[in-house]
């Protein structure tokens, strides 16, 4: 019987065939030289031969798989459908044009081999660094989308809801990936609130970040679906049965 990997590191796509490559070998590179067992799964749609790229890789290496298909469904939806793939003792992804260096996983482990169920990376805290920031009218955008978000759904606690670096313990991705139902960029939003609801522990890191200037959000019709995805959210919420925060934590204190 084989021994699940300790890590499992998913890679949302959508049309990444000039980043994925040099990004998943980043990651091999990463997790060989600090000795970790893992396995990759790249979540594909698009039709620029990102999943033939990642398709011939894994002829090579048993630790990739590749899913997807041409239509764009959102990264919402290729984390759920990639989350019941995954082996691992810890579940996380990443962007897949490599926006957070693997490196700053070296931060997350200590968390993460302690139990602590969820840890984020963070672009707004005090030691965080930006690289190479935004475009002026996005950075503005994405200050009003908070300010909107904290209003209707809450978690002021959270600095960052966006960042797409995020861990979590095999037990509780399984579980908030099961209750996650919105196929968009809003699928972060929902998985924190969910995981707020359960009384899960989240843990803020600090990380280097860089923007790529690749943006496929479409400024009219991409924002309005987001504002409608957050009230789905808050609307979604009241209708699911709030699980007992403290059998929750429980939960972790026993491991």
Not at 180 to 201: N, P, R, T
Request: with cysteine; aromatic share 10%; hydrophobic share 40%.
């Amino acid at each position: 019987m084989s021994v699940p990997p300790k890590i499992s590191l998913i890679f949302p796509a959508y049309n990444e065939a000039k980043s994925i490559a040099n990004t998943v070998t980043e990651a091999q590179r990463y997790f060989e030289a600090r000795g970790l067992t893992y396995e990759i799964i790249v979540s594909a749609d698009g039709d620029d031969g990102t999943r033939e790229i990642m398709a011939e890789m894994a002829k090579d290496d048993p630790r990739i798989k590749v899913i997807g298909g041409t239509e764009r469904r959102g990264k919402g939806y290729g984390l759920r459908r990639a989350i019941p793939l995954c082996k691992g003792e810890i579940i996380g992804f990443t962007d897949a044009d490599n926006k957070t260096p693997i490196e700053e996983l070296d931060k997350f482990l200590p968390y993460l081999n302690n139990g602590v169920p969820i840890v984020i990376g963070s672009r707004g805290l005090s030691s965080s660094r930006i690289e190479r920031k935004q475009p002026l009218y996005r950075q503005l955008g994405s200050r009003g989308f908070a300010v909107f978000m904290h209003l209707v759904i809450g978690l002021h606690n959270i600095i960052d809801t966006q960042c797409g670096f995020k861990f979590f313990q095999r037990d509780i991705a399984i579980d908030l990936f099961a209750r996650q139902k919105i196929d968009g960029y809003m699928y972060d939003v929902e998985i924190l609130y969910l995981a707020e609801q359960a009384g899960y522990k989240i843990e803020q890191i600090p990380i280097r970040w860089r923007d790529d200037g690749d943006s496929r959000l479409q400024l009219l019709s991409g924002n309005i679906r987001n504002a409608t995805d957050i009230f789905r959210i808050r609307f979604m919420a009241k209708s699911e049965p709030m699980r007992d925060p403290v059998m929750a934590l429980a939960k972790w204190d026993m491991r």
